[in-house]
């Protein structure tokens, strides 16, 4: 049983989340030091993001020992089978340690008595560790009507405007434990959509987190400006623009300075360090909404391939969703195979977890000018998935120069190209 439970607790300081539904208690773990640092932790985790040191200081352990726990295993992804080894092994101990003492009471009481007090036993152990927050609907009715009575108010919005009229009404906007997905190849504007939500819910006085794996923060803010300024992003980032465009600058430097945009931008950023980023953003600074850019390039510790990486970090942007109550806006890359057609979900590149995962899942697609091969004729936002919605198609207007995707007012949104 020692050894299932160092490699659960190594998964647990790997992702402490785990914790938050995870059934197995304190009292099923045999290891001293196991059971220490599961405690230590859970109760650390309900404050703030805990650090190994930190951990080693509230548990009394080592901090080598801990690190050295937390090396024990590769990837968490697999957490639950440790967990059903845990708790099997743990109730195996509890029936064989009841059942001899039933046996010896068997002198002093009848069968009935003896076959009920362990089918009570069977019971409990069942209900101990199988329902995981089991909830009575009936004492959810008072919330829910009270929602109910917010939708209407907010006349179907259930979430955050991203400023994309078609993208909101298809989706009700970016919703709380909702994970969005954004595809597209390479330099076809998945990144400049997500900047330009992030400016649109921004202007709105929302707090909103940015991961950037990608680019830093002088290419994001460069091309913040552009996008609000309606500023030629060429011209700001060679600093070759106007008196007036300079003015456009100033004037959005003013704007940006009352507004919070939280920006963590981490080359070659592991999985643990994103998560525990934006719990801080979340938990910390009060943001609403996190952008992270992107999947793929997201490292993820004891993966031994490229596709299994890509599938837990899309797994685990849909637990962060619920787990911070926020949307959660996850930027993902298309295969090559893409080009030049209609993307589809299955175009995901390395994972087809994305299309399982995604509450609402947004493919973007242009078509361009026969003859000048490079002038976009038409954009669109593909909404392949939208869980408790309709698949339709956004039509957008991509202003490539300032970086804007906003309304094409003239087409809308319809039901095919």
């Known amino acids: 049983m020692t050894e299932y439970e160092e490699i659960f607790i190594s998964q647990v300081l790997q992702r402490p989340e785990i914790l938050n539904e995870t059934i197995i208690l304190p009292g099923m773990l045999e290891d001293w030091k196991c059971k220490q640092v599961f405690t230590t932790v859970k109760k650390m985790q309900a404050k ?43 109730k195996r101990k509890v029936l064989k340690l009841s059942l001899i003492d039933k046996i010896k009471d068997m002198e002093h009481k009848n069968a009935n008595e003896v076959i009920a007090e362990i089918d ?9 560790t199988g ?27 259930l979430g955050l405007r991203t400023g994309i009229t078609g993208f909101d009404d298809a989706t009700c906007g970016l919703r709380p434990t909702l994970l969005y997905v954004i595809g597209a190849r390479p330099s076809q504007g998945k990144s400049a959509l997500a900047l ?25 803010i460069d091309r913040l400006f552009a996008i609000r300024g309606r500023i030629d ?116 590149q390395w994972s087809s977890q994305f299309e399982q995962d995604a509450d609402v899942a947004a493919l973007i697609h242009h078509k361009y000018d026969k003859e000048k091969r490079y002038k976009i004729e038409r954009s669109y936002l593909l909404l392949e998935k939208v869980r408790d919605g309709k698949r339709c198609i956004v039509n957008i207007v991509f202003q490539p120069e300032f970086l804007r995707m906003i309304d094409d007012e003239e087409h809308g949104v319809t039901d095919d190209l």
């Not at 992030?198 to 707090?207: D, E, H, L, M, T």
């Not at 300079?246 to 430097?253: D, K, N, Q, S």
């Not at 999947?295 to 490229?306: P, Y």
């Open 48 to 90: 703030s993001p805990a650090d190994l040191m930190a951990i080693s200081k509230e548990s009394g352990i080592a901090i080598h020992e801990i690190a050295g726990m937390e090396a024990i295993a590769g990837s968490p992804a697999n957490w639950r089978y440790y967990e059903n080894k845990i708790v099997d092994l743990w």
């Open 120 to 128: 009570e036993l069977l019971t409990s152990l069942s209900v101990s």
């Open 131 to 157: 329902n995981r927050e089991i909830i009575n609907v009936g004492d959810k009715i008072m919330d829910y009507l009270g929602a109910v009575e917010e939708r209407r108010k907010n006349e179907g919005m």
């Open 196 to 220: 330009n939500m992030v400016s649109n819910i921004a202007k709105q006085g929302i707090p909103v987190g940015y991961l950037s794996i990608e680019s830093s923060i002088t290419e994001l």
């Open 233 to 348: 992003a060429r011209k700001i980032q060679t600093g070759m623009f106007s008196g007036a465009d300079f003015h456009r600058v100033m004037e959005t430097g003013a704007m940006f300075k009352t507004e919070k945009i939280l920006v963590w931008d981490k080359p070659n950023a592991y999985l643990e360090d994103c998560i525990s980023t934006a719990r801080q953003m979340v938990r910390g600074y009060g943001v609403k909404v996190l952008f992270v850019d992107y999947a793929q390039i997201i490292r993820v510790r004891g993966a031994q391939e490229k596709r299994a990486a890509v599938e837990e970090v899309s797994q685990s942007m849909k637990e962060l969703a619920r787990e911070l109550n926020v949307p959660v806006v996850l930027l993902a890359q298309l295969k090559r195979d893409a080009d030049n057609r209609r993307p589809e979900l299955s175009d995901f």
